[in-house]
């Protein structure tokens, strides 16, 4: 069962086509990953899942056989998917625990400010901090972590989303190995939760470890897709990562 189909996919900004003809389909409740050289278009796959950029032309539809939906860019926000970005996006100006106050308050940050806290939604923060070891930064500003406590609280923010599917664009780069774990970790309980995750990584070991099928991207658009280990030895994956 799919809960995404991408059919010929196509994003263009002016001459550069960052995803070109892209056809492909996400199986629910596995992990997938998206590898490919820089500038393959992976970030604009997800942009475009996640609504953050418009299609160009082709198709989106989400959800089993049976409701086979046809999305419109801006439908997209409405439906179960959160995601990270590659470049960290936090409240800034905000403690910690507020950046996740705020998802389970309200989506508003405005409206977050003035609503007093349930205490369900303080533990549950408070919870969801421990799960990514970040509770002794609790009452920090955000803009005051480091590069990967940033990507620790973007990670916590979004399973705080609880939906259906995550989009996590390189929640690994730049993180040490204690937090390599704890992100791994995350990933592997999502799954036995039955959601569903793209991941885009770079790294190889990971991939095999964590991801049940892979799509290779390549100038936008599919070199090879299949189980980790058989499509990591392909010789026009090795050679798309090599440069021709
Ligand atoms: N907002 C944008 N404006 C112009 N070009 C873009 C924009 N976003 C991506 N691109 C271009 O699209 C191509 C694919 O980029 P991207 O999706 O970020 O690749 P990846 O994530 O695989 O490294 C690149 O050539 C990139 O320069
Ligand atoms: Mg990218």
Redesign the pocket.
Known sequence: MNIIEVKNLV?N??G????NDLSLKIPRGKVVGII????????????LLSGM?EINSGMVIFDDAEKLKKIKPYEIQDLSITRTF?EVRLFEQMTVIDNLLVVLTSRSVFGSFFEVHKKYHLEEAEKMLQRVGLEAKKNQLAKNLSYGQRKLLEIARALLMKTEIYLF??PFAGLFYAMIKTVSGIIKDLRKEGKTVIL?EHNMDLIRELSDYVFV?DE?SLLAEGEPNSVLKKKSVIEAYLGK
Do not use: C
Request: hydrophobic share 35%; proline share 4%.
């Open positions: 994003k900004f002016g550069v086509y960052a995803v490919g050289p820089n500038g393959s278009g992976k970030s604009t796959f997800v942009n950029v590659q664009d390189e885009i991207m936008g």
